[in-house]
């Protein structure tokens, strides 16, 4: 199984900037990430090297009385995958930029039925809720997590 707060030790060298679409958040990736997918809820960047995903969505938070709601709601779709399995660092108490957060750490098959690992960094921050997600095959874990952890590290709320 993954070991997610790992993220927060290994060093990377990150190169882009990026600004979500709404403006409130920014971070860097590293160069050799590619977008894969982007619109205004969400944006999933490709690791090429590793062949790790890693995505930021946003959503409303306003129906979450705390983190704590928002996070049960997240982790009940999770639970529902093919082959769940929760990781040993999941529902760990964590921060983002400063800000409470989850860890969401479990494995499952994909939609293509490779099984994959995720860590879901989970922030509840002036009404909205912010996943910064991270998912890869357990055999790629090293070399994505050490592109990772410049993600996770630079992450700001603006």
Same mark, same amino acid.
């Given at each position: 199984?993954?070991?997610?707060?790992?993220?927060?030790?290994?060093?990377?060298?990150?190169?882009?900037?990026?600004?979500?679409?709404?403006?409130?958040?920014?971070?860097?990736?590293?160069?050799?990430? &590619?977008? $894969?997918? !982007?619109? *205004? @809820?969400?944006?999933?960047? %490709?690791?090429?090297?590793?062949? #790790?995903?890693?995505?930021?969505?946003?959503?409303?938070?306003?129906?979450?009385?705390?983190?704590?709601?928002?996070?049960?709601?997240?982790?009940?779709?999770?639970?529902?995958?093919?082959?769940?399995?929760?990781?040993?660092?999941?529902?760990?108490?964590? &921060?983002? $930029?400063? !800000?409470? *957060? @989850?860890?969401?750490?479990? %494995?499952?098959?994909?939609?293509? #039925?490779?099984?994959?690992?995720?860590?879901?960094?989970?922030?509840?921050?002036?009404?909205?809720?912010?996943?910064?997600?991270?998912?890869?095959?357990?055999?790629?874990?090293?070399?994505?997590?050490?592109?990772?952890?410049?993600?996770?590290?630079?992450?700001?709320?603006?």
């Amino acid at each position: 199984m993954m070991l997610l707060l790992g993220l927060i030790a290994a060093p990377v060298a990150a190169d882009q900037s990026y600004t979500c679409p709404d403006k409130s958040c920014a971070f860097t990736v590293p160069d050799s990430y &590619t977008v $894969a997918a !982007n619109d *205004a @809820t969400q944006v999933i960047f %490709q690791d090429p090297a590793s062949g #790790g995903v890693f995505s930021v969505a946003g959503s409303d938070g306003s129906g979450f009385a705390s983190l704590d709601d928002a996070v049960n709601a997240i982790d009940a779709q999770n639970t529902g995958k093919d082959s769940y399995q929760a990781g040993p660092n999941n529902r760990t108490n964590t &921060t983002l $930029a400063g !800000n409470a *957060a @989850t860890l969401l750490e479990y %494995q499952a098959n994909n939609a293509n #039925g490779l099984l994959v690992e995720t860590a879901n960094f989970v922030a509840l921050y002036q009404g909205k809720v912010y996943q910064l997600i991270f998912v890869t095959t357990p055999d790629q874990e090293a070399n994505f997590l050490a592109s990772a952890k410049g993600v996770f590290d630079s992450w700001q709320f603006t």
